[in-house]
């Protein structure tokens, strides 16, 4: 089992930054990707960002691509969203999730960190 915990979420200006960590504890050797989703109130998650957890391979929503970073520390079993340019419609609470291969779902998650961008 892997245990996520995401942090640095709260509020922001529109334009602003913000960034967001998620620290991997447990067996973090079965972790193929880490992702970064979001929740809007009234809304389905959606998936924002992900990268391999070995190879460092980044995908993006087309929503925050050239907007956004995600990152990797193995050394430190820690990723990194950098989110920049925030907008009101940012405005969520972001999780990450890994999975352990490059088929198959995301199976585990973090309990999540609020994100405000205040227009």
């Known amino acids: 089992q892997v245990r996520l915990v995401e942090s640095g979420g709260g509020l922001v200006q529109a334009g602003g930054s913000l960034g967001l960590s998620c620290a991997a504890s447990?067996?973090?050797?079965?972790?193929?990707?880490v992702g970064w989703f979001r929740q809007a109130p009234g809304k389905e998650r959606e998936f924002v960002a992900a990268l391999t957890w070995s190879g460092g391979n980044t995908r993006y929503a087309d929503s925050v691509k050239g907007r956004f970073t995600v990152s990797r520390d193995n050394a430190r079993n820690m990723v990194y969203l950098q989110m920049n340019s925030l907008k009101a419609e940012d405005t969520a609470v972001y999780y990450c999730?890994?999975?352990?291969?490059?088929?198959?779902?995301?199976?585990?998650w973090g309990q999540g960190t609020q994100v405000t961008v205040s227009s």
């Open positions: 999730a890994t999975k352990r291969g490059v088929t198959g779902a995301y199976d585990n």
């Open positions: 447990g067996r973090t050797f079965s972790i193929y990707a």
